[in-house]
């Protein structure tokens, strides 16, 4: 029988003697540890290396969502709340499925089986979205959810990249291009030079500039974009202009 490693992070001790409780009837995990805090479950993360990781949202000083932010989770994650509003935001965040407290048998039950029927995993914070999904970010050191939808683009501010959305300028956030280019969905967003990223449902026309290069025009945006001519071909191939 092929086993899997858990890890239990709650920083209440009964909370964490529950889930453990409840995985003693599932004999194909086994729990590599526990951890009170975000710190404490980044470093079991990496040496333990989980494939499900049982994650309370509310801890003292950081919380289960900021163990995304800061760390690489190659696991399955299930959210551990006592607030529905929280569950929600698992759920965009790509969570395999949310716990409200007390954790009811039943419940769980249903949420390890299907764990067990996709043991594999992609990291948590780094699967591509879709569309109408929110991603929680820090912006500007300050943690919040952001629609997809809302975006119109993204810019490279060194080693950070700064958000602009239908309603504004959103801040910084310590994402790289390259992070932003693996978790956008493809069909709506797309690189058009090494410092932009742009929503392709905010496009308003596209047209001729210098040396085959060409300007953005984009919804919200006082200023066209430009496109520079390595991501032309690949702009022109994928939306036939």
């Known amino acids: 029988m092929k086993t899997y490693q858990a890890l239990i992070v709650d920083d209440e001790r009964l909370a964490r003697r529950e889930i453990r409780s409840l995985l003693e009837e599932h004999p194909q995990i086994q729990v590599a540890g526990e951890a009170e805090s975000v710190p404490e479950a980044a470093a079991l993360i990496e040496q333990t290396r989980p494939d499900i990781v049982f994650l309370d949202v509310q801890m003292p000083r950081a919380s289960g969502f900021d163990l995304l932010e800061r760390t690489r989770v190659d696991a399955h994650v299930v959210f551990i709340t006592a607030y529905n509003e929280f569950a929600v935001r698992a759920f965009e965040v790509n969570a395999l499925d949310y716990l409200l407290k007390p954790v009811d048998p039943e419940r769980f039950r249903r949420t390890v089986a299907r764990f067990l029927a996709q043991p ?65 969905p493809a069909r709506q967003f797309c690189r058009i030079h090494r410092s932009y990223i742009i929503n392709c449902e905010q496009v308003l026309r596209v047209e001729k500039w210098f040396n085959d290069s060409y300007r953005v025009h984009l919804r919200h945006l006082d200023q066209p974009l430009i496109m520079s001519r390595r991501h032309a071909t690949e702009f022109r191939r994928r939306f036939g202009i």
């Open 120 to 184: 594999k995993a992609q990291t948590a914070a780094r699967r591509e979205l879709e569309y109408g999904d929110s991603i929680f970010v820090a912006l500007n050191q300050t943690p919040r959810f952001v629609r997809l939808s809302s975006l119109v683009c993204i810019r490279a501010d060194g080693d950070y990249t700064s958000l602009v959305a239908t309603s504004g300028p959103l801040g910084l956030v310590p994402k790289s291009m390259r992070e932003w280019e693996e978790l956008l």
